[in-house]
């Protein structure tokens, strides 16, 4: 059974960091592109950043300069790396795994609170 496990979220004071990380297990397909995805109350679901195999990496405009992701293909792992946080960056934080054969696979959610 495939799980994507989410853990690195929390709350923070406005300017500050957190590091969320994502580990997808109980497959032994090719793990492609990866990323995070985001959905404040009463909002759509929105793209944060996606990485591909080999490095590649997408910014959501509203992100770029103060959030960095990056992956462990061994480990099949992605991290976001999340600095310079701001109020209107809380949400819940999801991670996507588009996995051959099978499709997009989603995590649970991590909520991150930034306090102003």
């Known amino acids: 059974q495939v799980q994507l496990v989410e853990s690195g979220g929390g709350l923070v004071q406005a300017g500050g960091s957190l590091r969320l990380s994502c580990a997808v297990s109980?497959?032994?397909?090719?793990?492609?592109?990866m990323g995070w995805y985001r959905q404040a109350p009463g909002k759509q679901r929105e793209l944060v950043a996606t990485?591909?195999?080999?490095?590649?990496?997408n910014y959501a405009d509203s992100v770029k300069g103060r959030f960095t992701i990056s992956r462990d293909n061994a480990k099949n792992t992605v991290y976001l790396q999340m600095n310079s946080l701001k109020p209107e960056d809380t949400s819940v934080y999801y991670c996507?795994?588009?996995?051959?054969?099978?499709?997009?696979?989603w995590g649970q959610g991590t909520q991150v609170t930034v306090s102003s």
């Open positions: 996507s795994a588009r996995l051959s054969v099978l499709g997009v696979y």
């Open positions: 109980g497959t032994n397909f090719s793990v492609n592109t």
């Open positions: 990485i591909t195999t080999g490095g590649t990496t």
